[in-house]
């Protein structure tokens, strides 16, 4: 028999053999696989990722929030530390278990672990995949296990039952009091406690993951006249409204902080300078609605910045104040770095 020449047999090329054994290989020691390319941000989810927590194929964002949006929050920093240690090469290994929230509300326990396959001249992640374990059923097993081992539980259940209560009734009074203490007494925002601890988390995430982040800052103008000739409680009226206002213009996301006596904040995280610029002209729009309290007309003077490479959350403040300052020096409008 004839051997047909070379040229005529078709060739299958190596490297799409070789990247379809990978799959396939990836697909049977997991349930789920990501590929985080951290240049662009772009996070690539297979479908086995999907069908694992019950969501349609591809119906989430393709980035690390939505990774951060469906780890259970009690799990969120310990994962976090974990993911720190390895992208800044303190840590040897990242992987960790945590529990996922699945399209219908409920939770999977997961181990997740992930490689750095690609790292920039400047030492930062390039790429990186990683793989997601589903290990509920041997958790829940555990703890069913655990369970049975507790031969005493009979003896205390009784006793068990009102630590548990008074404990619920302890975290409950905890809750309330950490929600006063980062809150405005009077416009129910955030205070300046909470608005320093939000912007510190933001900051570090903007980092992490290098996505923008912006602050719109906001001063009423000539609001003390209007509390020295119309009172307090009136001036404390104005500031709900204008708050009220404020808030009307907020996109999901976006924190609202009271930062002194007439002052506020907005935090947009994942914000570039242009969408605050933005929300300044919806803001000063709105205020052009504002009933005038007396014979005065509130005003805001606006300042814009957003944060730069390698800059810290103090000298992001400290510039947004100079940007407010500027805009009342230019005539109560909005200025941005």
């Known amino acids: 028999m004839s051997q047909a020449p070379e040229s005529a047999v078709p060739k299958v090329p190596y490297v799409t053999f ?5 799959q396939t290989l990836l697909d049977l020691i997991s349930d789920g696989i990501w590929d985080w390319n951290a240049n662009t941000g772009y996070v690539y ?3 086995g990722w999907y069908a694992m927590l019950g969501y349609a194929h591809h119906s989430l964002d393709n980035s690390v929030f939505t990774w951060e949006s469906v780890i259970h929050p009690d799990d969120y920093p310990r994962v976090m530390e974990h993911f720190e240690a390895y992208i800044t090469q303190c840590a040897e290994q990242y992987r960790v278990q945590y529990r996922c929230k699945c399209q219908d509300g409920s939770y999977l326990w997961i181990e997740d672990s992930g490689h750095i396959i690609a790292r920039n001249p400047d030492g930062s992640v390039a790429r990186m995949l990683g793989a997601h374990r589903n290990i509920d059923a041997s958790k829940r097993l555990l703890e069913q296990l655990k369970q049975q081992n507790l031969s ?3 003896l205390v259940a009784e006793r068990t039952r009102e630590l548990s209560w008074v ?6 009074q905890l809750d309330e009091n950490r929600d006063l203490a980062e809150r405005d007494a009077l416009t129910l925002i ?12 933001e900051c570090e995430r903007a980092r992490r993951f290098r996505h923008p982040l912006s602050l ?3 001063d009423i103008d000539d609001f003390k006249p209007v509390n020295d000739r119309y009172g307090h409680a009136c001036g404390d009226a104005a500031l709900i409204d204008v708050v009220e206002r404020i808030k009307g213009c907020l996109g999901a996301g976006e924190l609202l902080a009271r930062w002194g006596g007439d002052e506020f904040v907005v935090v947009m995280p994942q914000a570039p300078l242009t969408k605050a610029r933005a929300l300044a002209e919806r803001i000063s729009g709105a205020m052009q609605q504002a009933l ?8 805001l ?4 910045v957003q944060l730069a490479e390698g800059e810290a959350q103090a000298g992001l403040l400290a510039r947004a104040d100079q940007a407010l300052y500027r805009a009342k020096a230019a005539g109560k409008q909005f200025i941005s770095e």
Do not use: C, D, F
């Open 18 to 22: 070789e990247h379809a054994q990978l």
């Open 45 to 47: 989810r297979n479908p």
């Open 152 to 154: 005493l539980e009979a």
């Open 167 to 172: 404990n619920e009734q302890l975290q409950r």
């Open 190 to 201: 955030a205070n300046r406690y909470r608005l320093e601890k939000v912007l510190l988390q």
């Open 216 to 218: 719109v800052v906001m």
């Open 292 to 299: 005038p309290v007396g014979e005065t007309r509130l005003t």
């Open 301 to 304: 003077s606006i300042g814009i």
